[in-house]
């Protein structure tokens, strides 16, 4: 099939996700042939730079020939059997090494996707305190400017406008933790005291202590709120209320797992060890759908008991578990061990810091440069608020060869975490010429 004729039925028939489907009828949807490493090929031949790992999920580029290997051995044996009456040796061996990440974790439910990592742990929480009697904590807190994901619970629990308005009339409403004390790098005094932010956040938090369930934080960084990053002291403090308090946390790790904050996980960064971490994206490498909510004993021993007791955790997802991700994704946590990937995230965010600040140098368009390992974002300036001026970098990004899609006209990189330095130097270059441009 020809670009031309793909482009015209893709237009015709497919609903492209998070995308107002007009824009592409003047900028068309790239028409990929193959994805290698960092880079995406065209059906022309033209090389783009994926610059955001495909929606953050690509932490070890395309087309990694260890993650096709543990597909095609698994695909020999079975490729999905559900997983609520049987078990094999696969999710087993994953099981047992994601019940390892973090002391005191090691009890896995998996799922898809990861809404529906999230959409588990709110259940969990919630039914948790229904068998235990606490029927008046029922509520959920959340930080302003978080997002969780697009399914109703996730959405709930998020803080970001442009996705949630819309949906106000079927969404619970979570308290909302305003003042957050956010960081451009962990060198900013903030990151490791925020005592000046706190009495008043204690204050707030105090409010809502009686009849809360759960607090969820997405853990250091704040993906789709614009890469902003907060204290890590934060979200030490908020681990030590919820626990004075009887009140779970919720650690969503789906963007920030393994390893692109330069830890194996954001919460490593504060010694924090959550009530429930959910996990997705680069659990397997963004090789197959696969999410996993990794709690505790005191929590899964609430819902053990005689079936006749109503206790049981009645959710499901066909795929959850799919022993072909499970695959990928246990040869993933090999090689982040064997490679030391949090170690070249850390390495690589160094330099990506480093050219952000340059690019912001050289172009004065960009304001609030900030990262923390393999993530570097900054704030384009504009004052014409009625313009897309993300958008239109993007447009001149991927004519240059690079894919970059700004938040907003937040513009960042998240790109695979063993990119090498001659690419990084490429997508520095493309990424400057795009902001000349367009500014």
Request: glycine share 6%; proline share 3%.
């Amino acid at each position: 099939m020809d670009s031309i004729e793909l482009l015209t039925l893709d237009h015709q028939h497919v609903w492209h996700p998070c995308s107002q489907m007009k824009d592409y009828e003047s900028f068309k949807p790239l028409p990929v042939a193959k994805a290698q490493g960092c880079y995406i090929h065209l059906s022309d031949g033209t090389k783009i730079i994926d610059a955001i790992s495909s929606w953050w999920c690509k932490l070890l580029g395309h087309g990694h020939p260890r993650l096709k290997q543990a597909l095609i051995n698994q695909s020999e044996k079975f490729e999905h059997v559900l997983l609520a009456n049987t078990t094999n040796e696969t999710i087993v061996l994953l099981t047992k090494q994601l019940s390892t990440l973090l002391p005191t974790l090691d009890k896995v439910c998996y799922a898809s996707d990861g809404s529906c990592a999230i959409e588990i742990a709110i259940k969990m929480s919630i039914q948790a305190r229904q068998i235990l009697g606490e029927y008046q904590r029922t509520k959920f807190i959340t930080l302003a400017n978080s997002y969780h994901g697009e399914t109703i619970g996730a959405l709930s629990v998020s803080n970001i406008d442009r996705y949630r308005n819309i949906f106000k009339p079927i969404l619970f409403q979570p308290c909302v933790l305003s003042s957050i004390p956010y960081v451009s790098t962990t060198n900013d005094p903030l990151w490791n005291d925020c005592s000046i932010y706190w009495t008043e956040i204690e204050k707030k938090l105090s409010e809502y202590a009686s009849t809360t369930t759960a607090l969820i934080v997405e853990p250091i960084v704040q993906a789709a709120g614009g890469m902003k990053i907060y204290s890590k002291d934060f979200l030490y403090r908020l681990r030590k209320w919820t626990k004075e308090n009887n009140i779970y946390l919720i650690a969503d790790e789906i963007m920030t797992g393994f390893s692109r904050t330069g830890k194996l996980l954001a919460c490593q960064h504060a010694d924090v060890i959550p009530d429930f971490l959910c996990l997705g994206k680069n659990l397997t490498a963004g090789w197959l759908p696969l999410s996993a909510v990794i709690t505790h004993h005191d929590i899964y021993h609430i819902f053990y008991d005689d079936y006749e007791k109503g206790k049981s955790f009645l959710h499901s997802h066909t795929y959850a578990g799919n022993a072909l991700a499970a695959s990928v994704a246990l040869e993933v946590l090999t090689i982040i061990k064997e490679e030391k990937i949090s170690d070249q995230a850390r390495l690589l965010g160094e330099h990506m810091l480093t050219a952000m600040l340059e690019i912001a140098y050289d172009t004065n368009k960009l304001d609030h440069v900030r990262g923390i390992g393999a993530m570097v974002a900054a704030d384009l300036i504009c004052h014409d608020h009625h313009r897309r001026l993300g958008y239109e970098i993007y447009q001149a990004a991927v004519k240059r060869g690079a894919l970059l899609r700004p938040l907003g006209n937040t513009i960042y990189w998240a790109p695979p975490l063993n990119m090498n330095k001659e690419t990084l130097d490429q997508l520095k270059k493309i990424t400057l010429d795009a902001i000349r441009e367009s500014v």
